[in-house]
């Protein structure tokens, strides 16, 4: 049974910095992607940043390039997103999703039907 627990969410002034964590646990898969999501009051949940896990590979949405940064800890499990120079946009409630993922021609996970998600964690920029 997959588990995921986000952790780091919090209030932040404009131009500051977070970083969420995810802690993963329960897989089975021999290849999985994993991602962050958000849902701001009133949108759609929308996908932020995503990362093949066997292979490192990083995506972004076009909102968040080169401001967050998505990595993982593999000896601990543990899926980060290090979001700096923040928004008033970037609020929402933001969410860590896994799902299996192929070895070759896997695309764009951001893009992905996610198997798996945490309970959320809240970011409020003011």
């Known amino acids: 049974h997959v588990q995921l627990v986000e952790s780091g969410g919090g209030s932040v002034q404009a131009g500051g910095s977070l970083r969420l964590s995810c802690a993963a646990s329960?897989?089975?898969?021999?290849?999985?992607?994993m991602g962050w999501f958000r849902q701001a009051p009133g949108k759609e949940r929308e996908g932020v940043a995503a990362i093949h896990v066997t292979y490192g590979s990083k995506y972004y949405d076009r909102t968040v390039k080169g401001r967050f940064t998505i990595s993982q800890d593999n000896a601990k499990n543990t899926l980060y997103l290090q979001m700096n120079s923040l928004k008033l946009e970037d609020s929402g409630l933001y969410y860590c999703?896994?799902?299996?993922?192929?070895?070759?021609?896997?695309?764009?996970?951001?893009?992905?039907?996610?198997?798996?998600w945490g309970q959320g964690t809240q970011v409020t920029v003011s």
């Open positions: 999703a896994a799902v299996e993922c192929p070895l070759v021609n896997w695309g764009d996970p951001l893009t992905y039907e996610y198997k798996y």
């Open positions: 329960g897989y089975t898969y021999s290849s999985y992607c």
